[in-house]
């Protein structure tokens, strides 16, 4: 039977192929009846998967020495979880007696053990229950040979280019897996448009749709798929006609793109001649090919927390060290703008390994991004001395996200320059002027911007955040997502009046956000002001396409009125004649 959902269009495109449908340990464990003589391996297959779980939290936990107490007391608390003879012994009992899988004795005795530390009145027991639940997954990872992140296994005679990955749920780590692969799509039940999963699925420039809410349940493996990233469309088992029409619309997207390429060398400027810098927004060194493909000037942001995600412990200073070189020597001189961690919020793949017992009940407004690199002393001064360390291999900016408070600037500023005395002390060679700017993505920051303008030297707009905090909506909670809107006039005001702010006292001001890469609004950020943009690498040609067509003294005027504008209908139409 063919049908049609329709969810987020989060990464453009078409692709047509076969739904490979992914699983997440606890909750699609199999649940299987076992005959009498395969109970012992069940139990041994048991017993090895806790054996190697144990091993690597003595492993972490050996590394974890010099960090802060916490964490070794985190683990220690895993490590005691798992020994606990109620899960480590009694699944087995349920394995003898029920004769079922070890998955799903696991599970099962997991039930249990939730329901008993959800009963408690005393919180800190309650909360609890999300270690058993932690210690669980990881078990059952273990058990199902998928340790870390889910796992793509294609079937025989088939090709990853074929396949379309459909999920209930990706992580960020589960997506930045996929940089190793080339899948055709994917698909999923939930996330919101500029969710970190979505951003990275347009940085691997495969269409994606997600907020499908039960896409996962209605679609079986290896039905036949077509993938609309552009409308958010997913059609299953389409009919010959429909094929028919979606494999010319790809040919025909194919063209277009092979036409926008003819701009790889043309120069960013308009037709007033006011010079435009398109800069790349990359999650791993090894993006720098593609920034560079795309005709990226520079890399207007490294969002350097994915050197986490993909591994869930810390990279030595000189693994970073060597992350941050390579990326700047591949730009061969370009400028290189690398974020400090934005850990936190979603992106914390194993937060028992990096961060510690941190769980927040509202994270997105909690020990996020620089806020917890200013708690995590040792972590901050590792990253900033290996930033330090790459500057003299080449230009780099240190950009700093999440600032709203001006005692949290200076603090960042002091350990900057503490990182900076400890490496004069070693005779360490880095650039001492390295420039320092902020992300400006909590309103706070953008309406008292001038705490910003007068300690920085640059500023960079994280609309992603801004537009969340602004309009107080979750950006990875697809049931939000249509109330996500870049053209509300509060979200306009910000954004005039930081551009404007910043070009009075000639601070360069560049915009990292989503919106950057979206060329329906590049005319309307000409016309605030706006000379520096960073995107995704696929977006650049499009957006030069249109900046080459815009003039800015035009532009300013028309912009100035659409400012003047609340209704989002008068909004809209003063944007459609600015794109006119
Ligand atoms: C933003 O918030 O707009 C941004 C660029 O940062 P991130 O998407 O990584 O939060
Ligand atoms: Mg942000």
């Known amino acids: 039977m063919s049908f049609t959902l329709h969810g987020l269009p989060v990464s453009g495109g078409i692709a047509i192929g076969q739904a490979h449908l992914m699983s997440h340990a606890t909750l699609e464990v199999s649940h299987l009846h076992i005959a009498p003589r395969q109970v012992e391996r069940e139990v041994a297959r048991f017993d090895a998967a806790l054996a190697e779980v144990r091993d690597e939290f003595a492993s972490l936990k050996d590394r974890m020495q010099h960090a802060p107490g916490e964490f070794g007391a985190f683990i220690d608390l895993h490590t005691m979880i798992l020994a606990d003879p109620e899960l480590a012994e009694t699944p087995k009992q349920l394995i003898r007696e029920r004769r079922c899988n070890a998955e799903w004795a696991l599970v099962q005795q997991m039930e249990v053990l939730v329901g008993q530390f959800e009963s408690f009145e005393d919180q800190y027991l309650r909360e609890r229950s999300y270690d058993v639940r932690q210690v669980v997954e990881r078990v059952i990872k273990e058990l199902v040979?998928?340790?870390?992140?889910?796992?793509?296994?294609?079937?025989?005679?088939?090709?990853?280019?074929?396949?379309?990955?459909?999920?209930?749920?990706?992580?960020?780590?589960?997506?930045?897996?996929?940089?190793?692969?080339?899948?055709?799509?994917?698909?999923?039940d939930v996330g919101g448009s500029?969710?970190?999963?979505?951003?990275?699925?347009?940085?691997?420039?495969?269409?994606?749709?997600?907020?499908?809410?039960?896409?996962?349940?209605?679609?079986r493996d290896k039905e036949v798929l077509i993938v609309d990233g552009t409308r958010g469309v997913l059609i299953v088992n389409p009919d010959a006609r429909v094929l028919d029409e979606y494999r010319l619309r790809k040919s025909q997207i194919e063209l277009e793109r092979s036409k926008l390429r003819r701009l790889k060398t043309a120069k960013s400027s308009t037709l007033d001649g006011v010079d435009i810098a398109l800069h790349a927004n990359i999650e791993?060194?090894?993006d720098v090919a593609n920034a560079l493909d795309g005709g990226a000037e520079g890399i207007g942001l490294f969002r350097t927390e994915f050197l986490f995600l993909d591994r869930g412990d810390m990279p030595t200073e000189d693994e970073q060290f060597e992350a941050y070189r390579t990326v700047v020597k591949g730009m061969g001189g370009r400028p290189v703008t690398i974020r400090t961690f934005d850990l936190g919020y979603d992106k914390d793949l194993h937060p028992e390994k990096v961060v510690g017992d941190r769980m927040q009940s509202n994270p997105a407004l909690g020990l996020r991004a620089i806020r917890l690199s200013l708690a995590e002393v040792n972590m901050f001064q590792t990253q900033l001395r290996a930033i330090l360390r790459a500057s003299r291999h080449g230009k780099i900016k240190l950009l700093i996200p999440m600032l709203?408070?001006?005692?949290?600037?200076?603090?960042?500023?002091?350990?900057?320059?503490?990182?900076?005395?400890?490496?004069?002390?070693?005779?360490?060679?880095?650039?001492?002027?390295?420039?320092?700017?902020?992300?400006?993505?909590?309103p706070a920051a953008a309406l008292a911007v001038g705490l910003f303008l007068r300690r920085l030297h640059f500023l960079s707009i994280g609309t992603n955040d801004l537009i969340q905090y602004t309009l107080a909506i979750d950006r990875s909670d697809e049931q939000v997502a249509h109330l996500y809107d870049p053209l509300h006039p509060a979200v306009l005001m910000l954004?005039?009046?930081t551009i404007a702010s910043a070009e009075k006292v000639h601070i360069p001001v560049s915009i990292c956000g989503e919106l950057a890469g979206d060329a329906s609004l590049t005319r309307l950020l000409l016309g605030m002001g706006l000379r520096q943009f960073s995107m995704h690498p696929g977006q650049i040609l499009s957006v030069k396409q249109r900046v080459m067509q815009s003039n800015c003294s035009e532009l300013a005027p028309l912009v100035r009125r659409l400012l003047r504008h609340e209704e989002p209908g008068k909004i809209r139409e003063q944007l459609e004649k600015l794109n006119g």
């Not at 209930?168 to 190793?180: Q, T």
């Open 404 to 442: 709203s408070q001006a005692h949290e600037i200076d603090q960042s500023l002091a350990a900057i320059e503490r990182a900076k005395s400890s490496l004069r002390g070693e005779n360490v060679a880095f650039d001492e002027a390295i420039e320092v700017g902020a992300m400006i993505e909590i």
């Open 194 to 219: 500029t969710s970190h999963t979505a951003i990275l699925a347009r940085s691997l420039r495969i269409p994606a749709v997600l907020g499908l809410h039960n896409a996962r349940q209605l679609i």
């Open 284 to 286: 791993l060194p090894g």
């Open 495 to 497: 954004l005039a009046h």
């Open 145 to 188: 040979g998928q340790p870390g992140r889910m796992a793509l296994r294609t079937g025989k005679g088939v090709k990853e280019e074929d396949l379309i990955v459909v999920a209930h749920d990706l992580s960020p780590a589960d997506v930045i897996a996929y940089k190793d692969h080339h899948f055709a799509a994917f698909v999923t």
